[in-house]
């Protein structure tokens, strides 16, 4: 079993749609949770960290179930500029190191 | 963006070849690491320094061997490479090597002919 999951897509999805996908991880002594995004041929950036309780960033809402080791990432209203791969990360028990999905792939289309 | 360069954007080399990456960070952070990025693969962390001491190798093969000379410059040294190592090969800096928010250097396309 992959230490991090996430369906590949692509996600097709109309501007203007809601959009979520999910992240499986396996390792239940994980403690921090994140969102990056990478663009075509960039590099990843961090968009938002997940925190038990769930947080909020604008259009985009990460969520954490610890019971069933996954993390989601819902995105409202979604607009051309949002199309990317999203990389779930997950930290391990040694602090600095980051256990990566391979991602999932979102094309907004107009 | 300036925060973390990389140099050179595009590589290509033999396997007999000797060559070096370059990764260097403006943001005062304290850890930078390589990773290696392939198609349709997970980031795979290669090597972690903190204060200029690396503190994580994960079985990473000896041709490649890292140099960080202070803890703004890291340098990534390529010697008789695979095909298989062609990749995007990214550099990031953290404040700390606890943090997990990762500013990342825009990599280095190898390729391995």
């Known amino acids: 079993r992959k230490e991090v999951e996430q369906d590949p897509g692509p996600f097709n999805v109309p501007e203007g749609a809601t959009v979520a996908f999910n992240c499986t991880y396996s390792n239940s002594a994980s403690q921090s949770f994140f969102w990056y995004r990478q663009d075509c041929r960039k590099e990843p950036k961090l968009l938002m960290s997940?925190?038990?309780?769930?947080n909020e960033d604008g259009r985009f809402t990460a969520q954490l179930n610890r019971a069933s080791q996954y993390i989601s990432l819902l995105i409202r209203d979604s607009k051309l500029s949002d199309s990317a791969t999203y990389l779930c990360v997950v930290t391990a028990d040694s602090n600095y190191q980051l256990i990566w999905g391979a991602g999932t792939k979102l094309i907004i289309k107009p | 963006e300036t925060g973390v360069t990389q140099t050179p954007r595009h590589l290509v080399m033999g396997m007999t070849n000797k060559k070096s990456l370059k990764c260097e960070q403006h943001l005062g952070h304290n850890a930078m690491y390589w990773y290696k990025q392939s198609a349709k693969k997970p980031l795979e962390l290669m090597f972690v320094y903190s204060l200029e001491e690396r503190v994580e190798n994960n079985s990473v093969p000896s041709r490649f061997s890292p140099e960080c000379p202070n803890s703004s410059h890291l340098f990534l040294h390529l010697h008789t490479l695979q095909p298989e190592d062609s990749a995007l090969y990214l550099c990031a800096s953290s404040q700390d090597s606890g943090f997990a928010e990762q500013y990342f250097g825009p990599g280095t396309r190898l390729t391995v002919t």
């Open positions: 997940v925190y038990s309780s769930g």
